[in-house]
């Protein structure tokens, strides 16, 4: 009898093992379509998973979104410090990159002054209530700046040395309104027409040249330049160019009014012409009769 039991169990168990085997061999062949029991199970599964995987995702979601709102945010940060740098180094590139190239101007422009030896120079002061007549420089005596000292700029002339200490001067500028400040002239043309720079006109902003020989053409859109026969502003220095032309009070000589060369709104850096040989006292001459408005080969022609 034991024995028969025994005989059975081994029966069921190899039954049990063919049985399994079987089943693993179904599940694991090729097959488009999964059986009813199989598609139970993976929907159950299936379902349970999708329960628990929405809010893991959402809450995943939501730190993710947190983490990158930092990092964001210290990108950000990061990136305005660089804006912020960048406008200072532009900021700083642009400001040389203009010096540069007022330097050179003003090197170039040295380089045409034959008979004076250039002092660049700084504007450190302009007084509001004399905006448009005078401005302060940074050096002085000290640095061999002298009254009557022709300044410009690279694009013209701006007036001359006023008031002298040992580290700044006064420049009186060609605008101002003081009647004893001439500047002896030239309109360039197929003859050349002297004159002087006496006044401003406010209302035409523009100087004014008077004394220019009636019976010489002068028109609008010549340039006239510093003539050098006063004694103090170099030859050839550009002060303007002519926008009206007409005649004096008595309609003896011509008249023209010039529009400055020179940018006196924005002034900062400026060359000093310390001449070599002897500067004249004076406006560019005494404030006396004395013809300007003449080279002084035709004066001595005149006087033979």
């Given amino acids: 009898m034991p024995h028969f039991f025994f005989n059975k169990k081994l029966i069921l168990l190899l039954v049990g093992m063919v049985f399994l085997v079987a089943l693993i061999s179904f599940s694991l062949r090729d097959r488009t379509n999964a059986t009813l029991p199989e598609q139970i199970i993976k929907d159950t599964v299936g379902v349970a998973q999708s329960i628990v995987a929405k809010p893991a995702n959402y809450i995943t979601g939501i730190f993710n979104d947190i983490d990158s709102l930092l990092n964001t945010y210290e990108e950000n940060k990061r990136l305005k410090a ?13 400001d040389l990159k203009l010096e ?11 380089e ?31 640095h061999g700046v002298e009254k009557n000292m022709a300044v410009m700029t690279a694009k013209g002339l701006v007036g001359k040395i006023t008031l002298v200490t040992p580290f700044t001067s006064e420049v009186e500028l060609l605008y101002t309104n003081n009647p004893n400040y001439r500047v002896s002239a030239m309109v360039l043309g197929d003859k050349a027409a002297y004159g002087l720079i006496e006044g401003f006109d406010e209302e035409r902003n523009r ?11 002068v028109k609008k859109g010549q ?7 006063g004694g103090i502003f170099p030859k050839g220095v550009p002060i303007g160019e002519i926008t009206e032309v007409s005649t004096d009070d008595f309609g003896l000589t011509k008249m023209a009014y010039v529009k400055p060369s020179a940018d006196f709104s924005i002034l900062d850096h400026v060359v000093i012409a310390k001449r070599t040989s002897t500067v004249i006292d004076g406006s560019d001459g005494t404030a006396s009769n004395e013809d300007l ?12």
């Fill in 207 to 217: 100087l004014i040249m008077k004394r220019i020989d009636s019976s010489l053409t």
């Fill in 100 to 110: 540069n190239e007022k330097f050179r101007e003003l090197l170039d422009k040295s």
């Fill in 112 to 142: 045409s002054l034959k008979a004076f030896n250039p002092i660049q120079a700084t504007v450190i002061a302009r007084n509001p209530d004399q905006w448009e007549e005078k401005i302060t420089l940074d050096k002085g005596s000290s």
């Fill in 223 to 229: 340039q006239v330049v510093s003539s050098g026969l």
């Fill in 82 to 94: 660089r804006l912020d740098d960048f406008a200072v180094v532009q900021a700083e590139a642009s």
């Fill in 293 to 304: 408005t003449h080279p002084p080969e035709a004066n001595e022609e005149e006087a033979k």
